[in-house]
């Protein structure tokens, strides 16, 4: 686990809730350019990332991150939800993103979540994210633009795409199953299929793509 954020107040207590819960910091950053170098070096297999950092900041930061070690899980911090630089984050590959006053017990198990390969969504919050940047409203800045992710859905099959509309809109792999009448093991493996195929490193990202291709479109419902 490595810790980016420029106040060393918060990365210290951030590194206390998380080692006494068991989980190993092995680096700290203070902006953006120190995170990728620490990144690099240390090679944590989690990052949480600050978003407005001086010098690089933790959109730069990220980016840079995922495209040298593209299995790498990056955990966004920001002050407020409707954060049009988290939207970004989340296009570019980031596994969720948390609020700076995340609860120790919430940070700690969301942390172990992405660690195992999930994305971390809230769905009420990842609605009105998305539904507010994901029709143009760019991001500009160290980063440059938010990346779309443009993918081909032509690759998918019809229960496929049907999969994909409800991970946009909120749906659990537990309620997919309930939704689908399928277990809960075939829609994981539907999942795991429309990831490969899309090119999409997880469910953060699906959610983003599902909203840019106009499978599920700002307004329309979502579950959970």
Do not use: C, W
């Not at 984050?89 to 999930?118: I, N, Q, Y």
């Not at 859905?153 to 909120?170: C, F, H, K, Q, Y």
């Not at 689908?180 to 490193?201: C, D, P, Q, W, Y």
């Amino acid at each position: 686990m490595l810790i980016a954020d420029d106040q060393a107040l918060i990365r210290t207590g951030f590194r206390l809730i998380l080692t006494t819960r068991g989980i190993e910091v092995v680096g700290e950053a203070s902006d953006g350019a120190e995170a990728v170098a620490a990144a690099r070096r240390l090679r944590p297999d989690v990052v949480l990332m600050d978003i407005r950092m001086p010098g690089m900041d933790g959109l730069e930061a990220t980016r840079r991150i995922l495209a040298e070690s593209p299995r790498r899980k990056v955990l966004m911090l920001t002050t407020f939800d409707l954060d049009r630089y988290v939207y970004a984050a989340l296009a570019m590959g980031a596994s969720g993103f948390l609020l700076k006053d995340v609860t120790p017990e919430h940070l700690a198990a969301s942390v172990r979540l992405v660690d195992t390969g999930d994305a971390l969504l809230a769905p009420s919050i990842t609605r009105r994210l998305v539904e507010r940047f994901a029709s143009g409203d760019r991001v500009s800045g160290a980063g440059g633009d938010a990346p779309a992710v443009h993918r081909d859905l032509a690759a998918l099959t019809p229960r496929e795409r049907e999969v994909l509309t409800l991970m946009g809109r909120g749906l659990s792999n537990m309620e997919l199953a309930e939704r689908l009448t399928l277990s809960e093991a075939t829609v994981k493996t539907h999942a795991a299929r429309i990831f490969a195929k899309l090119a999409l490193r997880d469910r953060a990202q699906a959610v983003v793509l599902a909203y840019e291709t106009g499978l599920v479109t700002p307004g329309g419902a979502m579950e959970g």
